[in-house]
């Protein structure tokens, strides 16, 4: 066991399980850990395909690293679409265009308590019932932090309460507090993965950027429409991707999810949560 000082609180009293952090529900004493340093995966020869309390086919029993930043599914023919910085005014077309799919299709969305709206907790704005919607069709809820701060410049003082004042917001709305985050900007340095490994979560970038930010426009989201053909992969025996893309924006809403979804089901591809193409059923996700 490797000793470090890192950051506590009672929801996570001590946590150094590194660098795996192991689900009561999860059998995997005879898997050893297989994450590289930079995320990647490379699975046990005795890794077999299990059931498991989702009704997700594509899940394999498998632990889910803290301590490191996980950029890759370690499950092949999963494409995890992921939406950062909302909930936002395109959020509820979004998730409408998600269920109108057979069988809908569910996503993970990295909220921020307040990025480009606030009061995500106040009943008399639409974002509460979308939260709640989010959870009840089957997405994840992962964390972006409170205010989108960078992680990587911050203390960890600051850190903590980004986590947690999120936390408790979502706690009081959904019921539920985050096992998963995404750190601002995709960077998590000077003691960032350290401090969130000692609250227990697990870090997720991504593999496929769709850059949307870069090109809000009619004209100008065929850039990321492109760019996203040309970065999955054409094997779902082998390949899999975690997207990057953001509910914020109109364009990435009213076209490039449709055409992002035209491609993965014409490669072959499933569609499932962060956490489904990690192999970790629903009660991991949560604490």
């Known amino acids: 066991m490797i000793n470090k000082s890192l950051p506590s609180r009672e929801l996570y009293p001590n946590n150094n399980h590194y660098p795996n952090d192991y689900y009561p529900n999860q059998d995997t004493s005879s898997l050893s850990s297989s994450y590289q340093n930079d995320g990647s995966y490379l699975p046990p020869s005795n890794t077999t395909t299990t059931s498991s309390?989702?009704?997700?086919?594509?899940?394999?029993r498998r632990a889910v690293p803290t301590g490191i930043v996980i950029t890759h599914c370690t499950t092949p023919g999963i494409v995890a679409l992921t939406f950062d910085d909302g909930p936002y005014i395109y959020t509820s077309q979004l998730l409408d265009t998600l269920a109108s799919y057979s069988p809908p299709i569910r996503a993970t969305f990295f909220v921020n308590g307040a990025n480009w709206v606030s009061g995500i907790d106040d009943e008399s704005t639409p974002y509460p019932s979308i939260l709640r919607r989010m959870l009840s069709e089957g997405h994840q809820i992962a964390s972006h932090t409170w205010s989108h701060l960078d992680l990587t410049t911050a203390s960890t003082a600051q850190r903590v309460e980004q986590v947690t004042k999120l936390e408790d917001v979502l706690q009081r709305v959904v019921g539920v507090k985050p096992r998963y985050i995404r750190p601002p900007y995709a960077t998590c340095e000077n003691g960032c993965l350290e401090d969130l490994e000692g609250m227990g979560l697990h870090v997720v970038n991504?593999?496929?950027?769709?850059?949307?930010?870069?090109?809000?426009?009619?004209?100008?989201?065929?850039?990321?429409?492109?760019?996203?053909?040309?970065?999955?992969?054409?094997?779902?025996?082998?390949?899999?991707?975690?997207?990057?893309?953001?509910?914020?924006?109109?364009?990435?809403?009213?076209?490039?999810?449709?055409?992002?979804?035209?491609?993965i089901k014409a490669r072959g591809f499933g569609t499932g949560t962060v956490g489904e193409c990690l192999g970790d059923p629903e009660s991991g996700w949560y604490a």
């Open 53 to 60: 309390s989702s009704s997700s086919p594509y899940l394999l």
């Open 206 to 263: 991504f593999d496929v950027d769709t850059k949307d930010y870069e090109n809000d426009s009619e004209a100008g989201i065929q850039v990321s429409v492109d760019k996203f053909d040309n970065e999955l992969g054409s094997n779902p025996q082998t390949d899999s991707a975690i997207v990057l893309s953001h509910d914020v924006h109109r364009w990435t809403v009213e076209r490039l999810v449709g055409e992002m979804v035209a491609t």
